[in-house]
């Protein structure tokens, strides 16, 4: 039982700890879909040079800042904070670079370094990001692995518990209570019972009961077929009673009769 408890207790923490690595993968996801915005405006940007483009790629990497800032506290709890700070120099290189290569394009030319090194930084964005919410969802299979392993062995427990108690509880108390009405019915046929001993502390009590009832039973019995023996005694005696009376009464009769005789003068 305590064995359950504690894997019911374990999976409480598990499933609380899921809350927290949701609100870390939404910080992350989100952070990947800026970066993946980013991404595109700069694209838009190396290949049709709008300046609608560039701000909307500058005004991203203000949003991935901002969201860095704002969910610190979710993405670190999920990841270390050596890559999280990776991520914002990386973003800080990235919009410098971006800055650079518009005021280079406004004066009439692009550099080849600056523009490779856009590309890379750009991807390494990308990378890191997409390393960030692949660990987060990682974690969170690992949990709701656990969790589905955990509710298993408690399953398993409970089912064993369930066997063993049934078990149990047939021995103590279901076969004993059989007995009982067997031996009962036993003794409304007439036939001969015998009690077995329990080892139930219940069903021993129950059975000392019964004994005691019995043996009141067999008392009563004995009183019952006493009282009809000397009930029938007495009707014998009262038969035989009557039965003598009649002739002695006769024979008295006949003698007092030869007595009367006997005195009178011849």
């Given at each position: 039982?305590?064995?359950?408890?504690?894997?019911?207790?374990?999976?409480?923490?598990?499933?609380?700890?899921?809350?927290?690595?949701?609100?870390?993968?939404?910080?992350?996801?989100?952070?990947?879909?800026?970066v993946l915005e980013i991404r595109r405006y700069?694209?838009?940007?190396?290949?049709?040079?709008?300046?609608?483009?560039?701000?909307?790629?500058?005004?991203?990497?203000?949003?991935?800042?901002?969201?860095?800032?704002?969910?610190?506290?979710?993405?670190?709890?999920?990841?270390?904070?050596?890559?999280?700070?990776?991520?914002?120099?990386?973003?800080?290189?990235?919009?410098?670079?971006?800055?650079?290569?518009?005021?280079?394009?406004?004066?009439?030319?692009?550099?080849?370094?600056?523009?490779?090194?856009?590309?890379?930084?750009?991807?390494?964005?990308?990378?890191?990001?997409?390393?960030?919410?692949?660990?987060?969802?990682?974690?969170?299979?690992?949990?709701?692995?656990?969790?589905?392993?955990?509710?298993?062995?408690?399953?398993?427990?409970?089912?064993?518990?369930?066997?063993?108690?049934?078990?149990?509880?047939?021995?103590?108390?279901?076969?004993?209570?059989?007995?009982?009405?067997?031996?009962?019915?036993?003794?409304?046929?007439?036939?001969?019972?015998?009690?077995?001993?329990?080892?139930?502390?219940?069903?021993?009590?129950?059975?000392?009961?019964?004994?005691?009832?019995?043996?009141?039973?067999?008392?009563?019995?004995?009183?019952?077929?006493?009282?009809?023996?000397?009930?029938?005694?007495?009707?014998?005696?009262?038969?035989?009673?009557?039965?003598?009376?009649?002739?002695?009464?006769?024979?008295?009769?006949?003698?007092?009769?030869?007595?009367?005789?006997?005195?009178?003068?011849?």
């Amino acid at each position: 039982m305590g064995v359950i408890v504690v894997g019911l207790g374990v999976a409480g923490l598990e499933i609380s700890r899921v809350r927290t690595q949701i609100h870390s993968l939404e910080a992350t996801s989100e952070l990947l879909d800026t970066v993946l915005e980013i991404r595109r405006y700069e694209k838009n940007w190396l290949l049709y040079h709008e300046v609608t483009d560039f701000e909307k790629n500058s005004d991203m990497v203000n949003s991935a800042f901002t969201l860095l800032q704002e969910r610190r506290d979710d993405i670190v709890e999920m990841n270390p904070l050596i890559t999280v700070n990776r991520i914002n120099e990386v973003l800080t290189v990235y919009s410098d670079l971006m800055r650079r290569e518009f005021q280079q394009f406004t004066v009439g030319g692009q550099d080849t370094l600056i523009l490779w090194q856009v590309r890379e930084h750009g991807q390494l964005m990308v990378t890191i990001a997409e390393q960030m919410n692949i660990a987060v969802r990682s974690t969170i299979d690992k949990t709701l692995e656990f969790i589905t392993l955990t509710g298993l062995v408690c399953s398993i427990w409970v089912i064993f518990f369930a066997v063993v108690l049934g078990k149990q509880l047939a021995s103590s108390a279901v076969r004993p209570l059989q007995h009982i009405v067997d031996c009962t019915r036993k003794i409304s046929a007439g036939e001969p019972y015998s009690f077995e001993v329990s080892k139930t502390e219940e069903i021993r009590a129950v059975i000392q009961a019964f004994n005691v009832m019995l043996a009141k039973l067999e008392q009563r019995e004995k009183q019952v077929i006493r009282s009809e023996k000397l009930a029938a005694v007495g009707t014998l005696m009262a038969g035989v009673a009557h039965e003598l009376n009649n002739p002695l009464s006769n024979a008295g009769v006949s003698a007092q009769i030869l007595l009367e005789e006997m005195k009178e003068p011849e």
